[in-house]
């Protein structure tokens, strides 16, 4: 596709019920990125891809948080066992190779997660 | 540890005047990039424009220009002529060259009015 996707757009669910996002970043950009933005809040770093290696997983607020990447490919994050702290918006944005911390990071449309 | 500040939660302005979201930011690196970003209710955020530290040009684009002060550790943007299409969140971003992470501010929720 053109830009990055997220899926799904909106997923309510219930306290102590897993769930798993899924982002596909643009074709050949290596590095892709999480991040969580709270209600009326900026965006939190929550882990970084280069490849499908994790080198800063710095941001993840808990154990119960997970991410895999697939080659240079989708990326899926993974809640446990959700608390109603975890609603939020969680963006996925995707950059192309290039000097790091320079290159613009594209962002998908995100997904919101609401946990009743 | 890098932060960034955004002080005005809101604004509003009326359709074709200017205006200018500011943003202060706190960093011990001299290479760094500083980025404004826009989110419109569809939640997608869009690059409005960046800016490398070591140039002492100010970014311009089309209606879109930042004053960039190193010294003060301030990047305002300002915003000519102003559209009802630029009713938005606006989020002043910054990242370290070398670093993987974009720290953003809280966002100044912009309204242009008819």
């Known amino acids: 596709g053109a830009g990055v996707s997220q899926s799904p757009s909106n997923k309510v669910t219930e306290k102590g019920k897993d769930v798993e996002l899924r982002c596909d970043p643009i074709?050949?950009?290596?590095?892709l990125y999480w991040y969580r933005q709270r209600l009326g809040q900026g965006l939190e770093f929550l882990i970084y891809?280069?490849?499908?290696?994790?080198?800063?997983k710095s941001g993840l607020p808990s154990d119960r948080f997970s991410a895999e990447r697939t080659g240079e490919s989708v990326s899926t994050l993974t809640i446990q066992r959700t608390q109603q702290e975890d609603s939020a918006v969680y963006l996925c944005?995707?950059?192309?190779?290039?000097?790091?911390?320079?290159?613009?990071?594209?962002f998908g449309p995100g997904t919101r997660l609401t946990v009743l | 540890a890098q932060t960034v500040t955004q002080s005005q939660p809101e604004m509003s302005v009326q359709e074709a005047e200017t205006v200018t979201l500011s943003c202060t930011y706190d960093?011990?690196?001299?290479?760094?990039?500083l980025f404004w970003y826009k989110q419109p209710p569809s939640r997608q955020m869009i690059l409005v424009i960046r800016?490398?530290?070591?140039?002492?040009q100010n970014a311009t684009e089309n209606r879109f220009s930042v004053n960039f002060q190193k010294a003060a550790k301030s990047f305002s943007l300002k915003i000519s002529d102003s559209q009802l299409g630029d009713t938005a969140m606006y989020f002043c971003?910054?990242?370290?060259?070398?670093?993987?992470?974009?720290?953003f501010g809280q966002g100044t929720r912009l309204t242009i009015n008819p």
């Open positions: 944005a995707s950059s192309p190779p290039g000097v790091l911390g320079g290159n613009e990071q594209f």
């Open positions: 074709s050949g950009h290596t590095a």
């Open positions: 891809f280069q490849g499908n290696s994790a080198p800063d």
């Open positions: 960093t011990s690196e001299s290479n760094y990039y």
């Open positions: 800016q490398e530290a070591y140039k002492q």
């Open positions: 971003a910054l990242i370290i060259q070398g670093a993987q992470k974009l720290v």
